[in-house]
């Protein structure tokens, strides 16, 4: 029966049960009464709530000493003790929380070692480039093609390009809006491109892989320029991508298609023209486009979408030059928030094992 008094951790959408409690402290008549076995450790979720539930016949005697332990206990009454962490502090330890149990004639004393989780560690997608690359060209892929998603990049973040394989395709450096990769004249094959995203806190995604396709050019080049561009205040922005392309060989254009962007929504024309919603409170947007020529020769752009408050350029090229080789370059671009949960997982211990034989179709 150890662990039976305090159980019912539950954090988000997932539902624990404490087995190993810290040694209590006994006050009142000697009785038969569960003993605990161990330290009891509750790790609240980072935007997520967690609770101390007593067993049934069980009640929490003093709601002082958990509110003043931890700024982490937002209630408490005779049934449960929440947690919620609305913050996440990587420097800060575990508190202890005491938990005061009785039945009404035997009383009990616990321990809870309560830490915060610290939040999901950022994402990145494996991908590859909607368009091959030329030998000897700047490709630059936007940070809205790499897939990120960030739980706490409320400030951007940062890309970090960590190299580029197989050893001599080529170089890559980060910017704040894109990845920047040269592959060299002799290098024919596909390239792959090591990058990573930091949040805020400095946690780290892994290291992630996109692709790019590099072949020899002929003797005539397709161009796709990377620009800022305004973002209209309210309202859809419209714009014209037959500008941003061209091919010194003649050959008529196509544009094939945009990539989607990070916050709002793009819906492009085969004649290159562009519609840009707005998604509420984003200050910078992005999206790529891919065109190809007659010729067969293709190409990606992209337009970095910018109010323009004055802090950043809103028209222009984007600069290809490294903010700084080989170090995280804090991002202009925040990245997409994780969908979170349906809210229809089934909870309970046993969640996960219950989900699998489900999906293998065992009763």
């Known amino acids: 029966m150890a662990g039976a008094i305090g159980r019912g951790i539950t954090a988000a959408a997932v539902t624990l049960v404490v087995v190993a409690l810290t040694s209590p402290t006994v006050a009142g008549a000697a009785e038969s009464?569960?003993?605990?076995?161990?330290?009891?450790?509750?790790?609240?979720?980072?935007?997520?709530t967690a609770s101390i539930e007593p067993a049934e016949g069980w009640q929490i005697v003093d709601c002082q000493g958990p509110g003043a332990a931890s700024p982490l206990v937002v209630a408490c009454d005779a049934e449960h003790i929440e947690l919620a962490a609305t913050t996440f502090d990587p420097d800060a330890?575990?508190?202890?929380i005491p938990v005061s149990l009785s039945n009404g004639r035997t009383s009990l004393a616990f321990d809870y070692t309560v830490t915060t989780e610290p939040p999901e560690a950022p994402s990145v997608a494996s991908n590859r480039s909607a368009a091959p690359a030329a030998a000897g060209s700047v490709v630059m892929v936007p940070i809205s093609d790499l897939g990120v998603e960030c739980t706490v990049c409320t400030n951007g973040g940062a890309l970090e390009v960590v190299g580029v394989r197989p050893e001599g395709a080529g170089t890559a450096s980060a910017t704040s809006t894109h990845a920047v990769f040269r592959p060299k004249a002799g290098f024919e094959g596909e390239a792959e491109l090591v990058v990573r995203f930091v949040d805020d806190f400095g946690t780290p995604s892994?290291?992630?892989?996109?692709l790019v396709p590099v072949y020899r050019?002929?003797?005539?080049?397709?161009?796709?320029?990377?620009?800022?561009?305004?973002?209209?205040?309210?309202g859809a922005t419209s714009l014209d991508l037959s500008s941003l392309a061209f091919s010194n060989g003649g050959?008529?254009?196509r544009f094939v298609g945009c990539g989607?962007?990070?916050?709002?929504?793009?819906?492009?024309?085969?004649?290159?023209?562009?519609?840009?919603?707005?998604a509420a409170g984003a200050a910078i947007d992005q999206f790529s486009f891919r065109v190809a020529a007659a010729d067969g020769e293709q190409a990606t752009g992209s337009v970095t979408l910018v109010a323009?408050?004055?802090?950043?350029?809103?028209?222009g090229l984007?600069?290809?030059?490294?903010?700084?080789?080989?170090?995280?370059?804090?991002?202009?671009?925040?990245?997409?928030?994780?969908?979170?949960?349906?809210?229809?997982?089934?909870?309970g211990a046993f969640a996960a094992l219950i989900a699998t034989l489900n999906r293998v179709g065992a009763r």
Do not use: K
């Not at 009464?33 to 997520?48: F, K, N, R, W």
């Not at 892994?206 to 996109?210: K, P």
């Not at 989607?260 to 707005?278: K, L, M, Q, R």
């Not at 323009?308 to 028209?315: C, E, F, L, V, Y």
């Open 33 to 48: 009464a569960p003993s605990p076995s161990g330290p009891t450790d509750i790790a609240v979720p980072y935007l997520g």
């Open 93 to 96: 330890g575990a508190t202890v």
């Open 206 to 210: 892994g290291e992630t892989s996109y």
């Open 217 to 234: 050019p002929g003797s005539h080049a397709l161009v796709a320029l990377s620009v800022f561009a305004p973002l209209a205040p309210s």
């Open 251 to 253: 050959s008529e254009l």
């Open 260 to 278: 989607a962007a990070v916050h709002g929504t793009v819906v492009c024309g085969p004649d290159g023209t562009a519609e840009y919603a707005p």
């Open 308 to 315: 323009d408050d004055g802090t950043r350029p809103a028209s």
């Open 318 to 347: 984007v600069a290809a030059a490294a903010v700084d080789a080989g170090e995280p370059v804090a991002s202009d671009i925040v990245p997409a928030v994780p969908v979170e949960s349906t809210g229809d997982e089934r909870e």
